[in-house]
């Protein structure tokens, strides 16, 4: 497939530590995942769905202890330690190759090696980069294709070069005890083992497009973000591109492909997805900021996903798609989790392969974390932009977390410098994409706590750098929270499509044709700039008191953002300093 030397020469170092049985290259033919889904059916990794319902899908399930990202088995290896600070795990490289060099020797003796050559990017993209994973997992081959593009394209674009993310990956024997997702920034190298679920195991996709990926942008001079991409086309058919960073299971897949509200459909208003998860953004040849998605498909949430929250996923899993760790439903072999509809099976089996009855049982079926993973040129509002090498300009940059309090609807920074303040600030309630408890609100750094390869002071600083370089050609940025809750713990925005509206007044503000209020934390919009036409329940004094900025809990915010600041010591770029004491003195 290549004579790449570097490639080569890796090949036989990894090979000889993993000594597998079989190696195979992934050439990525449709002839060759084919063969490789019908043995991975043959062998009950993957159960063949209902194919007149669902063509092309399959239903896999992971080790009841391995659902989700693991944080605390997540290391960044930098040779110093103080160059992956205070937010990441560490380890001397050496001391942690020497380790897991123990627990990959030998370790595919009795299994088939896979190479797989990718490209993060569409191929011949300037902003495009090529990894190669190995690994023993049909799994990972099969999600690996949907996810990026996969086979010889991919190491062509690679040519003679050293610049290529080393991945290797083994299930090993998904010991929790032993599970270690390693990256080495400085190395280009990844190290996974002892697990099969998405994050841990889809190298191309936090492990290399977010944690390497932005060492890489921060030693390059563009950046690497946790961040959704959409087009927003306006009865004249103008289309505006906004990039949005939520953490984990905090609606970026459902802002990507959400359905506009009648009246807006009505005014013409439209939608495109280019991306749900992982932007890269390069200044281009006009000054502007460019993004692009990195990957080809959605690794997407399948609880809570139904045809009135985000029929545009949904209809996205219809083909080819492989679901993890949701409910098997045996009445017509199809799936089901829970908030897909109101009529959960009966005869079916739970994420976990027992027999589950729907309408009777008072377990959760699915797994709060099952996930579907979807080709994106299946989604019916994919963009025509997905796959332009050049990528789309970004007008708006849109940070948000799951807040019950705090946090109004939408407020604007005043500029960059404040915007990247208003990121660094982030918090939201943890999920259940990641292990650990769910619900705690803890700081999320432009929603990339659990993915930043560096120190998170440098990357404030590259932030602010990229601010200076964009000068006024940057793109604006705001602040957003569907998740506000009333004395009951009822979500009081209705979120979903209702969040064009937001979206809506943001592109405004990009254009200069809406007025805005000062408060102390950043511009809010009026009230009754909010498009609230054909909302139900929802009133203008609904908008005043989502929008309400109670200064007590944001004085409390500042003592806790005082305590998360000074984790950074002095490598927190002094601007951030300046912004808080200013915040504070605004809360007066
Ligand atoms: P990752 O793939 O983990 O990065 O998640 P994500 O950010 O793409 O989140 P996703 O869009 O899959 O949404 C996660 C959960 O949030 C789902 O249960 C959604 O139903 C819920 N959700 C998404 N958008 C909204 C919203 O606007 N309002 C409310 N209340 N819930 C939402
Ligand atoms: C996330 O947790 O942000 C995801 C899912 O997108 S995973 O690929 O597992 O990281
Ligand atoms: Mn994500």
Known sequence: MTSNQHVLRW???????????????????REQMADLKRQAIASGELIELNQDLLPGCTLHRTAPNDVARV????????????????????????????????????????????????????????????????????????????????????????????????????????????????????????????????????????????????????????????????????????????????????????????????VYQKKGYKVWTVGDDIAWMNIGKDGRLWAINPESGFFGVAPGTNMKSNANALLSTKKNTIFTNVVHNLENNTVWWEGLDKNPPEHALDWQGNPWNGKTSD????????????????????????????????????????????????????????????????????????????????????????????HMGDYFQHWLDMGKKLGDKAPKIFNVNWFRTDDNGNFIWPGFGENLRVLDWIIQRCEGAVDAVETPIGYEPKPEDINIEGLEGITEDTIKNLLYVDKNLWKEEVAGIKEFYAKFGDRLPKELNAQLAALEQRLG
């Not at 005043?414 to 939201?428: C, L, P, Q, R, T």
């Open 11 to 29: 090949l036989e170092e990894m090979k000889a530590l993993v000594k597998p049985m079989n190696v195979v290259w992934v050439d990525g033919s």
């Open 71 to 262: 944080e605390h088995r997540t290391f960044i290896c930098t040779r110093k330690k103080e160059d992956a600070g205070p937010t990441n795990n560490w380890e001397d490289p050496q001391v942690m190759y020497e380790k897991l060099r123990k627990l990959f020797n030998g370790v595919m003796h009795d299994r088939t090696m896979y190479i797989i050559p990718y490209s993060m990017g569409p191929i011949g993209s300037p902003y495009s980069k090529v990894g190669i994973e190995l690994t023993d997992s049909i799994y990972v081959v099969l999600n690996m294709d949907i996810m990026t593009r996969v086979g010889k394209a991919a190491l062509d674009q690679l040519g003679d070069s050293n610049d290529f993310v080393r991945g290797l990956h083994s299930k090993a024997d998904i010991d929790e005890e032993n599970r270690y997702i390693c990256h080495v920034p400085e190395d280009n190298t990844i190290w996974s083992i002892n697990s099969g679920y998405g994050g841990n195991v889809l190298l191309g996709k936090k492990c290399f497009a977010l944690r390497i990926a932005s060492y890489q942008g921060w030693k390059e001079g563009w950046m690497a973000e946790h961040m959704l991409i959409l087009g927003i086309e306006n009865p004249k058919g103008e289309i505006k591109y906004v990039a949005a960073a939520f953490p984990s299971a905090c609606g970026k897949t459902n802002l990507a492909m959400l359905i506009p509200p009648e």
């Open 363 to 454: 377990k959760k079926g699915a797994h709060p974390n099952s996930r579907f993973t979807a080709p994106a040129i299946n989604c019916p509002c994919i963009s025509s932009e997905f796959a332009n090498p050049q990528g789309v300009p970004i007008s708006a940059i849109i940070f948000g977390g799951r807040r019950a309090k705090t946090a109004p609807l939408v407020y604007q920074a005043k500029d960059w410098e404040h915007g990247v303040f208003v990121g660094s600030i982030m918090a939201s309630e943890t999920t259940a994409a990641a292990t650990g408890a769910v619900g705690v609100v803890r700081r999320d750094p432009m929603a990339m706590l659990p993915f930043c390869g560096y």
